[in-house]
C-alpha cells in the first residue's frame, strides 16, 4: 500500500461532565484525528494525548508536530507492504508514543478496510464478541456527587469501578464508597499520587479488597513499584509507566505489579500494544484496556483491541454518552444492560463517521502529501 496523504484534525469537543484525575481536572478535549488516504480510501485514527503534559510527556500540540513533522512524512509516498511497517519505520522517534500510535493506527483501519475486514481481525483479535466494560469515574466535589456517579453506573450495568484518588481524597472516601457499596468490583487510580514514603498509606488499602490500586507511584518507575507490591495485598496493576513490551518483561521480572492497563497510545500503537499484550499473556499476567477519554475513533480502536485473548478482565472502554453529547462516530459506542460492547463485524473500525459533525468542531487541518 502507498499513502497518497495523511491528513491531520484537530477537534475541540467539549465533556459532558469535567474528569479529574490525581493531576489536573478536563472539562473540554482537544483531539488530534488521523486520516490516512490511499487510492480514495481513508483510514482513521485517534491521537490520544491530553490538553496539557501532566499524564506523560505528550500534548495535543507536541502531538500536531511529531505527527505532521516526523510520522507523517515518514510514511506518505512510500510503499508499504502491510500497516505492520509503520511501527519500524517510526521507532527511532523517541517517546511521542501517541502521535506514533495515532497514526499508526489510522494505517491499521486503512488495511482492514482494503481487506473488508473488520480491524479486529486484521490486527489478529476476535477472541471474544463482547467486550466486558468497567468505567473510571474522576474525583468529584463531594463524597455523596460520587456514591450518586457510581449507583447510576452501576444502574446502567457497568461491571467494575474504578475511581480516581490523589492524597487526601482516599482511604476515607474508598471506606465510604465499600459502605455503600460492600461487593462491587472497585479499584482505584492514582495516577502517580504517591511515593514509597507512602507505602504505610496504601497497605491500608488492602481493608477495601480492591480488585487493584493503578499505578500509585511515579509516572516512569518500576522499580519503586517493585519494592511496594510485596508490601501490599492488593494487587498492583501498571499504566502509565509501561510504554513498550520491554517495559512489561522488565516489570514482570522484577514482579512490580500483577496486572497492566494497555492503552494503545502509551505504547506507540497496535504492533507494541499486541507485544505487550503476548508478553504479559506468557507469564500469566491479565491485561485491560484503558482510555484517555477517546472520542468515537480512538473508542472503535479500543474495542478491536480489547479482542485479543489476554483482555480478560473489564477495562475503561465504555459508551460515547458518558463523554460526549454527540460522537463523531455513528452509531455512537452504546452498552448493553449486562455492562458489555457488542464487537461489529463492518469493516475497518466499525463505526460511521459523521464528517458533518467532525468537520462543525474542526479546529485547524494540516495535509502531509
Ligand atoms: O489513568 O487511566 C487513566 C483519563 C485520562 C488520563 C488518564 C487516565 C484516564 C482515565 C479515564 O482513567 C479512562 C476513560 O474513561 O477514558
Ligand atoms: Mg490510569
Not at 469515574?137 to 453506573?153: S, W
Not at 459502605?179 to 497497605?203: G, H, Q, V
Request: aromatic residues 8%.
Amino acid at each position: 500500500m502507498k499513502l497518497d496523504r495523511i491528513v491531520l484534525r484537530h477537534l475541540q469537543m467539549p465533556l459532558v461532565h469535567f474528569f479529574e484525575t490525581s493531576f489536573s481536572r478536563t472539562y473540554s478535549r482537544h483531539i488530534v484525528i488521523v486520516e490516512a488516504v490511499s487510492d480514495g480510501l481513508s483510514g482513521w485514527g485517534e491521537i490520544t494525548a491530553g490538553e496539557n503534559p501532566f499524564y506523560n510527556e505528550e500534548w495535543t500540540e507536541s502531538a500536531w508536530m511529531i505527527a505532521r513533522d516526523y510520522v507523517a512524512p515518514r510514511l506518505v509516498n512510500r510503499e508499504l507492504a502491510s500497516a505492520s511497517d509503520v511501527d519500524p519505520l517510526t521507532r527511532h522517534i523517541r517517546g511521542h508514543n501517541m502521535a506514533r500510535g495515532g497514526v499508526e493506527a489510522a494505517v491499521w483501519d486503512l488495511q482492514a478496510r482494503q481487506n473488508g475486514n473488520p480491524l479486529w481481525k486484521e490486527i489478529g483479535g476476535g477472541a471474544r464478541k463482547e467486550i466486558p466494560c468497567g468505567v473510571s469515574i474522576g474525583i468529584q466535589d463531594t463524597v455523596e456527587q460520587l456514591l450518586g456517579k457510581i449507583e447510576q453506573e452501576l444502574a446502567d450495568g457497568y461491571q467494575r469501578i474504578k475511581m480516581k484518588i490523589k492524597p487526601g481524597w482516599d482511604i476515607d472516601v474508598i471506606r465510604q464508597v465499600r459502605e455503600r457499596f460492600p461487593t462491587i468490583r472497585l479499584m482505584a487510580d492514582a495516577n502517580s499520587a504517591y511515593t514509597l514514603a507512602d507505602a504505610d498509606r496504601l497497605k491500608q488499602l488492602d481493608d477495601f479488597y480492591l480488585m487493584m490500586i493503578e499505578q500509585p507511584l511515579a509516572h516512569d518507575d518500576i522499580i519503586d513499584h517493585a519494592a511496594l507490591q510485596p508490601q501490599l495485598a492488593t494487587p498492583v496493576c501498571l499504566d502509565e509507566c509501561i510504554r513498550s513490551a520491554h517495559h512489561a518483561e522488565q516489570a514482570i521480572r522484577l514482579k512490580a505489579g500483577r496486572i497492566v492497563n494497555i492503552k494503545l497510545g502509551r505504547v506507540g500503537g497496535f504492533a507494541e500494544a499486541k507485544r505487550v499484550h503476548d508478553v504479559c499473556e506468557a507469564a500469566s499476567v491479565p491485561v485491560w484496556c484503558g482510555g484517555m477519554l477517546e472520542a468515537g475513533i480512538g473508542r472503535a480502536h479500543n474495542i478491536a483491541l480489547a479482542t485479543l485473548p489476554n483482555f480478560t478482565l473489564p477495562g475503561d472502554v465504555s459508551a460515547s454518552k458518558r463523554y460526549w453529547k454527540q460522537d463523531i462516530i455513528v452509531p455512537p459506542v452504546e452498552t448493553t444492560a449486562q455492562g458489555t460492547i457488542v464487537v461489529r463485524d463492518e469493516p475497518g473500525l466499525g463505526y460511521e463517521l459523521d464528517r458533518d459533525f467532525m468537520d462543525h468542531i474542526t479546529f485547524r487541518t494540516e495535509t502531509v502529501s
